[in-house]
């Protein structure tokens, strides 16, 4: 039977639409912190599939739609 990789999603941040709310670093401290000023910072752009489910609410967590889950295969 053929092994199927799950593919790696890249998280990225429109660092200008961003206005410092810290949702995402509380959610996804594993990839992101914030810097001292409250902005993320965005520590590993691909997610590990073990983590896909806490990027999507990150980013689901954005109120200003900042944060994204990008296929890079897309």
């Not at 660092?15 to 990839?31: N, S």
């Not at 691909?46 to 994204?68: F, I, Q």
Request: proline residues 9%.
């Amino acid at each position: 039977m053929p092994v199927t990789r799950r593919r790696e999603l890249r998280l990225t941040l429109d660092r200008i639409a961003c206005e410092g709310h810290g949702a995402c670093a509380e959610l996804l401290p594993e990839l992101l912190s914030l810097d001292e000023w409250g902005y993320p910072i965005v520590h590993r752009d691909t997610v590990p599939p073990e983590l896909t489910g806490y990027a999507r609410r990150a980013v689901a967590a954005c109120p200003v739609l900042a944060l994204r889950l990008v296929d890079p295969q897309r």
